[in-house]
C-alpha cells in the first residue's frame, strides 16, 4: 500500500524510535560491565598559578570552630579534612591558592563511598582538632585524616632545662622535639605526624588513611617547635593497621599548582571506582612523570602478608567485595531488561502507524470531495498534527519500559 506524504515521516520516527531503544538497552549493560575499565580523558580540575605550594596572594581568613564534640557517632567511616590557606599571621609563610580546591576534591571522593566527612578550615591548634576528632568517633571502623597546607621537616629540637640525667659525660639533657615531619598551623604551631598517626591509632580502628599533601622541607621559623606528647612505642598491631601517603619525598617542597591531590582525583576518576591502596603512589608518580613534573610522593605501610594486598581506596572494601558488588549490579540490569519485551512494543507501534493510516485515508477521501477552501485548510490541519501524537505516544511507551 502505498502512504500518504504525511504517513512516512511517522513510518519512520517510529523505527527510529526501535533503533534508539535497541542501542540504550545494549548500552546500560556495557556501561556497567566496563566500569571498571573506564579510562575517558579527565578535564584539567581547577588553574593554580606554579609555585611550591605556595602563594603570596593572601586570602580571606576564615574562623573555624574547634569546640570539643558533645557525643559520640556511631559511624563506620569518619573522614577529617584539615585546610589551612591562610597563614597571614606566620611573616615567613605565603598563603596557598590551592588549598580549598584539594578539599573540594577529598570531600567528594571520600563522600563517594559513603564517609561522614567533617571539614576544618585554618586551624590554629591542629592536635585539638584532631583528639576532638578521635574521641568523636572512637567506634569508627576506618578512619581517614588529609592535611592540605604547610608542612616542614623541624631540624630544630627544643630541650627542657631543668629535665637532665647526670652521668660520667655530665649532663644528658631531655628533647621537648624530635626531628621529623611536622604539619604548620594557621599561627606558626607545629604537630608532628607521630603525634598524628598516635593518635588516630588510639582507639584501635581497623584501619587508618592519612594523606598529607604539604611540604617536607626544612626551614627556620622561630616557632618552630614540635612537642612530642607519646614516648611510647606503637605496637607492631597497630602499625599494620596505619598506611601514611606522603604527598612529596624527604626534605622536598609540594607543588601548588600540580598537588597531590589533584592528581590523586584524576587517578580515582579514571579507575571509575576505587584504586588499589599499595597502587597509589604508583600511578601519580608515573603521571607526574608523563607530563613532566619533578615531584614524587611516598608511602610509609607496614605489609604482612596481604594485609593491604587487596584494600581498595578510599571505599574501605577488598577488591573481591567490590567485584561482587559490581556483578549484582550487573545482574540486576540484566533483569530489569529482560523484562523489556522489544517486540510487543514494536507490535504496539505497527498497530498505531496502521490505525493512522486508516484515519487519514478517511481525512483525505473526505478532504477530495470537500470543495470549501477554509474546511480544506482545517482538515490539513488535522492531519500535520498526527505525527506528534505518535512521538508523544512512543515517548510515554518508552519511559513506562525503562
Given at each position: 500500500m502505498t502512504l500518504p506524504v504525511n504517513i512516512k515521516p511517522i513510518k519512520n520516527a517510529i523505527a527510529n524510535s526501535y533503533r534508539k531503544t535497541k542501542t540504550k538497552c545494549q548500552n546500560r549493560i556495557m556501561k556497567i560491565k566496563n566500569r571498571m575499565k573506564s579510562s575517558s580523558d579527565v578535564e584539567p580540575l581547577f588553574s593554580r598559578n606554579d609555585s611550591g605550594r605556595g602563594s603570596k596572594n593572601k586570602t580571606n581568613k576564615v574562623d573555624e570552630s574547634n569546640a570539643a564534640p558533645t557525643s559520640t557517632l556511631n559511624v563506620l567511616r569518619a573522614a577529617l579534612i584539615i585546610l589551612i590557606p591562610d597563614y597571614s599571621e606566620c611573616e615567613d609563610l605565603s598563603d596557598l591558592n590551592g588549598v580549598n580546591a584539594d578539599g573540594d576534591k577529598m570531600e567528594e571522593m571520600l563522600t563517594a563511598h559513603d564517609f561522614t566527612v567533617e571539614i576544618k578550615r585554618n586551624v590554629v591548634d591542629i592536635e585539638q582538632v584532631v583528639k576532638d576528632f578521635c574521641k568523636k568517633y572512637r567506634k569508627a571502623e576506618t578512619l581517614h585524616l588529609h592535611f592540605s597546607g604547610h608542612g616542614v621537616d623541624n631540624a630544630t629540637v627544643e630541650i627542657d632545662p631543668n629535665r637532665y640525667i647526670m652521668n660520667k659525660l655530665g649532663k644528658t639533657f631531655a628533647a621537648i622535639s624530635p626531628a621529623g615531619d611536622s604539619m604548620v598551623g594557621s599561627h606558626g604551631d607545629l604537630y608532628a605526624v607521630h603525634d598524628l598517626t598516635y593518635e588516630l591509632m588510639e582507639n584501635k580502628p581497623d584501619k587508618v588513611v592519612v594523606t598529607?599533601?604539604?611540604?617536607?622541607?626544612?626551614?627556620?621559623?622561630?616557632?618552630?617547635?614540635?612537642?612530642?606528647?607519646?614516648?611510647?612505642?606503637?605496637?607492631?598491631?597497630?602499625?599494620?593497621?596505619?598506611?601514611?601517603?606522603?604527598?612529596?619525598?624527604?626534605?622536598?617542597?609540594?607543588?601548588?599548582?600540580?598537588?597531590?591531590?589533584?592528581?590523586?582525583?584524576?587517578?580515582?576518576?579514571?579507575?571509575?571506582?576505587?584504586?588499589?591502596?599499595?597502587?597509589?603512589?604508583?600511578?601519580?608518580?608515573?603521571?607526574?612523570?608523563?607530563?613532566?613534573?619533578?615531584?614524587?610522593?611516598?608511602?610509609?605501610?607496614?605489609?604482612?602478608?596481604?594485609?593491604?594486598?587487596?584494600?581498595?581506596?578510599?571505599?574501605?572494601?577488598?577488591?573481591?567485595?567490590?567485584?561482587?558488588?559490581?556483578?549484582?549490579?550487573?545482574?540486576?540490569?540484566?533483569?530489569?531488561?529482560?523484562?523489556?519485551?522489544?517486540?510487543?512494543?514494536?507490535?504496539?507501534?505497527?498497530?498505531?502507524?496502521?490505525?493512522?493510516?486508516?484515519?487519514?485515508k478517511f481525512l483525505k477521501s473526505k478532504l477530495e470531495m470537500n470543495v470549501n477552501n477554509q474546511p480544506k485548510k482545517r482538515k490539513f490541519t488535522e492531519i500535520s498534527k498526527v505525527p506528534a501524537k505518535v512521538r508523544k505516544i512512543s515517548f510515554r511507551i518508552a519511559q513506562t519500559a525503562f
Open positions: 598529607l599533601d604539604c611540604c617536607r622541607n626544612s626551614r627556620g621559623c622561630n616557632k618552630e617547635f614540635v612537642r612530642l606528647k607519646h614516648k611510647r612505642k606503637m605496637s607492631a598491631s597497630r602499625q599494620q593497621n596505619l598506611a601514611v601517603i606522603y604527598g612529596t619525598s624527604d626534605l622536598h617542597t609540594a607543588s601548588d599548582s600540580n598537588s597531590f591531590t589533584q592528581e590523586l582525583y584524576k587517578i580515582y576518576k579514571k579507575e571509575g571506582l576505587a584504586i588499589a591502596i599499595l597502587d597509589i603512589v604508583g600511578k601519580i608518580n608515573q603521571s607526574w612523570k608523563d607530563c613532566g613534573i619533578k615531584q614524587i610522593c611516598k608511602d610509609d605501610i607496614v605489609k604482612v602478608g596481604e594485609n593491604w594486598e587487596s584494600y581498595m581506596w578510599p571505599s574501605a572494601k577488598n577488591m573481591e567485595d567490590i567485584k561482587d558488588g559490581l556483578d549484582d549490579i550487573v545482574d540486576t540490569e540484566d533483569e530489569e531488561i529482560s523484562d523489556f519485551d522489544m517486540k510487543e512494543f514494536v507490535l504496539q507501534m505497527n498497530d498505531r502507524v496502521l490505525k493512522l493510516e486508516a484515519e487519514n
